[in-house]
């Protein structure tokens, strides 16, 4: 590939990248200009405890547990993860939560599978990185999964999340106009 190639492929990849933060500035904009009531309405909050105080916000600067513990905290992560193109992470590490709450062996193994078929297996749609062991582990588990199934790769990615993404994400223009725009909004109510 010559050099105008990776130039054009650069300028693409800032120009998605910069469509992506317009993206996700209108809907919070919008968002923290809407009264409780007028979210309600709307169907943007089905109860004002959805909607995060500055404390909420704080808080989630506090650890990635309290960030993805908040509903709203992990929309806001995940559009920051999709705008650094890694949001396979956090789609992983939600499947799998979702996954440990099967009620039956049938719902596991689907549960399961689908989770294989997504992000582990070579070519997955939205293939996570984990290295062969880990993956292997996972493959050979899929005829008669458990609870612990997914457990080592979910370590994994929360780890990465936790180390990489998560303190770019505290230094964020997003969270930083987040956290701005929910001060403002408080002092205005």
Not at 89 to 108: G, H, L, Q
Not at 136 to 165: D, H, W
Request: charge should be positive.
């Amino acid at each position: 590939m010559g050099h105008t190639d990776w130039h054009t492929k650069g300028f693409n990849l800032l120009l998605e990248t910069k469509e992506i933060k317009k993206q996700w500035k209108i809907p919070m904009r919008i968002f923290f200009k809407m009264s409780p009531i007028q979210a309600k309405a709307k169907g943007v909050l089905k109860s004002r405890s959805h909607r995060p105080t500055v404390d909420d916000v704080n808080q989630w600067a506090q650890s990635l547990d309290k960030l993805l513990a908040h509903k709203y905290g992990k929309a806001v992560y995940f559009i920051f993860l999709k705008s650094e193109f890694c949001e396979e992470n956090i789609e992983f590490w939600t499947a799998c939560e979702d996954f440990r709450t099967s009620k039956s062996k049938r719902e596991m193994a689907l549960k399961a599978k689908h989770i294989a078929e997504e992000f582990v297996n070579s070519n997955a749609p939205k293939e996570i990185n984990l290295d062969f062991d880990t993956k292997n582990g996972i493959l050979q588990s899929l005829s008669e999964p458990s609870g612990s199934t997914f457990l080592a790769a979910q370590r994994k990615v929360y780890s990465l999340m936790e180390n990489n993404s998560y303190p770019r994400f505290l230094l964020s223009d997003l969270y930083r106009d987040l956290l701005m725009d929910i001060k403002t909004q408080g002092k205005r109510n």
